[in-house]
């Protein structure tokens, strides 16, 4: 029986779960925490990875690996290939200025028809511009720009020549200076946001292609961001709208063709087997939950309860507790209206924080729809997909049924069907049995989208 592994270095977390090749059945899987904090030393990465291997029972036996890990990361190598700094992670807002200042140069539609993006705090081009006005000395040291999913396949292949970094099309489409509509790198828009520097970049290999090998000789193949892998982990068709709830909130589809919004509303990202994910991202999903849950005092099963046992009564929720990414609010807080004294309850609370992070996605749905994409269903992952009040409440505030698969870890099952892809040689990635599943269906509740977007609008 052939083994595969794959592993999803996220926000919060690394998971690595390994499968038979041929069936996709579950072997064993490991996991570890990330440290908190939006700028990580990528060693600790490594550490967690080390960690959630051993917890797996080690990747000896195993033939074939990948990686799936947090968009946008901002990881500088300098000639010898140790980190200049530690890396700006996708959900670090101090580059909103810089951001702001490669929009006003290029233009908004000249970026998005460019790299399908216009660039936003996350995006790793707008940290680039940051470090290169902040810290020059860093950006002079800076001898390759990668990702964090770029970094950790090197570290598995043996971390060599800086020449042997490697990337995927689905994770490259993340910068600001690759197209995913041309395949092609946009040299000259990491130049603009180097202010001059050329740091070299990795190559970016085919979506089953083998970069390297381990110590103990699995292939490793081209790994992706965390939001393909769950595509592919999830293999979702057309009219599947992925909705994940990590510490992102995320909205996206698998489409034959690209999006170049100008608004920025909709990244228009590539997949993992050589199509194209629009993408709509928030910065506040799981948290929201966390924080009100201690806010509250109680734990997400509680949590969960009073918002389900309280019905909507004018409390509204607005999560922009980091900031926001969409809408374009970086310097936003969370925010609560219409409070009065019949809804001054914890139960209204809870329910007004489980419909604001529910009412944020389901805008981002709208956009996909606006755009021509179909969204005939929902598939809910993530760590909030746990809590029964979201999978209670999603399908009457996104007005589609939502199928949440049986909890799992997708962006982890994506990377290891990569892998058994990587290691098959096919054209097209093995059929694995699709994860058991519950349909959540419901009427919609138009108001409370109205009550929220009227909340939301407010500067
Ligand atoms: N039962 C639950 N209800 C709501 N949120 C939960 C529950 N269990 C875990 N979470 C939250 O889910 C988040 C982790 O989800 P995950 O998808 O692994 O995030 P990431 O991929 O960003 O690391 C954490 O913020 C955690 O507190
Ligand atoms: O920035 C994005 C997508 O554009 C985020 O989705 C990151 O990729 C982090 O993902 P999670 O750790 O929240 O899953």
Redesign the pocket.
């Known amino acids: 029986m052939a083994l595969v592994a794959g592993i999803?270095s996220?926000?919060?977390?690394c998971?690595v779960f390994v499968r038979d090749a041929d069936s996709g059945e579950l072997v064993r899987s490991g996991r570890a925490k990330?440290p908190d904090g939006t700028e990580i030393d990528p060693a600790a990465w490594k550490d967690a990875l080390d960690t959630a291997v051993a917890d797996a029972g080690g990747l000896d036996d195993v033939d074939a690996v990948a990686v799936g890990a947090?968009q946008h990361g901002m990881v500088c190598l300098d000639d010898g290939g140790d980190v200049v700094r530690p890396a700006l992670l996708w959900n670090d807002i101090r580059s909103a200025a810089s951001a702001r200042d490669l929009v006003d140069e290029v233009g908004a539609q000249q970026w998005a028809d460019a790299v399908g993006v216009v660039p936003l705090a996350s995006i790793t081009v707008s940290k680039l511009r940051w470090l290169a006005d902040n810290e020059p000395t860093n950006a002079d040291r800076t001898a390759a720009v990668c990702l964090p999913h770029d970094w950790l396949s090197w570290h598995l292949g043996g971390a060599g020549s800086l020449d042997t970094l490697a990337t995927d099309r689905g994770d490259a489409s993340g910068t600001g200076y690759f197209s995913a509509a041309t395949n092609t790198y946009r040299e000259d828009l990491l130049e603009l946001g180097m202010r001059g520097r050329k740091p070299r970049l990795p190559r970016v290999a085919g979506p089953s292609e083998r970069i390297g090998e381990t110590a103990s000789g699995a292939i490793i193949g081209p790994g992706t961001g965390?939001n393909a892998a769950a595509a592919l982990g999830l293999a979702a068709g057309v009219g599947d709208v992925v909705v994940?709830?990590?510490?992102?909130g995320v909205v996206s589809a698998v489409t034959d063709v690209g999006a170049a919004d100008p608004s920025g509303i909709i990244a228009g990202f590539a997949d993992a087997t050589g199509r194209q994910l629009p993408l709509v991202c928030t910065l506040n999903a799981?948290?929201v939950?966390?924080a009100t849950a201690s806010l509250l005092g109680v734990d997400?099963?509680e949590?969960?309860s009073l918002a389900l046992s309280t019905a909507s009564d004018g409390l509204v929720l607005v999560p922009y507790f980091e900031g926001e990414r969409t809408p374009n609010r970086p310097d936003a807080s969370g925010s609560i209206h219409g409070l009065r004294l019949n809804n001054s309850t914890p139960g209204h609370l809870a329910r007004a924080a489980v419909e604001g992070l529910l009412c944020g996605l389901a805008d981002g749905i709208d956009a996909l729809r606006a755009a021509g994409i179909e969204t005939r269903r929902v598939l809910l992952?993530?760590?909030?997909a746990?809590?029964a009040a979201?999978r209670e409440l999603a399908p009457a505030i996104f007005g589609v049924p939502v199928v949440v698969p049986e909890p799992g870890?997708y962006?982890a099952d994506g990377a290891a069907r990569q892998a058994a892809w990587t290691l098959a040689g096919t054209a097209e990635p093995p059929q694995w049995a699709s994860a058991r599943a519950r349909t959540y269906e419901a009427d919609p509740t138009p108001t409370i989208r109205e009550r929220y977007a009227e909340a939301a609008s407010r500067p």
């Open positions: 999803d996220s926000t919060q977390s998971k990330h947090q965390d994940s709830i990590g510490t992102s799981a948290r939950l966390d997400h099963d949590l969960s992952i993530g760590g909030g746990k809590s979201v870890e962006v």
